[in-house]
């Protein structure tokens, strides 16, 4: 059975960082392409950032030049390193498997003062 586990969520104030984590079971992340995905409340799961099983990464508009995507394949485990964080980053945070289609039942992140 595979998972997907989410963790590193928390509240944060504007600028600060976090890093999140997705840790998998029951799969091989790194023959995967994997994402990192948000919603919102009262909006729709928007994509945050992927990375290639070679470690190609590629960033949405909104996020480029304050987060990071990585891979431990060792650990079997993807990273978001987000910085320079702004209350508009506030939502659940899922990573997802893309090509079959695994998500995690995310991590909450909050910004505020």
Not at 56 to 65: E, L
Not at 71 to 91: F, G, H, I
């Amino acid at each position: 059975q595979v998972q997907l586990v989410e963790s590193g969520g928390g509240l944060v104030q504007p600028g600060g960082s976090l890093r999140l984590s997705c840790a998998a079971s029951g799969i091989i992340l790194s023959i995967y392409s994997m994402g990192w995905y948000r919603q919102a409340p009262g909006k729709q799961r928007e994509l945050v950032a992927t990375i290639t099983s070679d470690d190609y990464p590629n960033y949405a508009n909104s996020v480029k030049g304050r987060f990071a995507i990585s891979r431990d394949n060792a650990k079997n485990t993807v990273y978001l390193q987000m910085n320079s964080l702004e209350p508009e980053d506030t939502a659940t945070y899922y990573c997802h498997v893309l090509s079959v289609g695994y998500w995690g039942k995310g991590t909450l992140v909050t910004v505020s003062s």
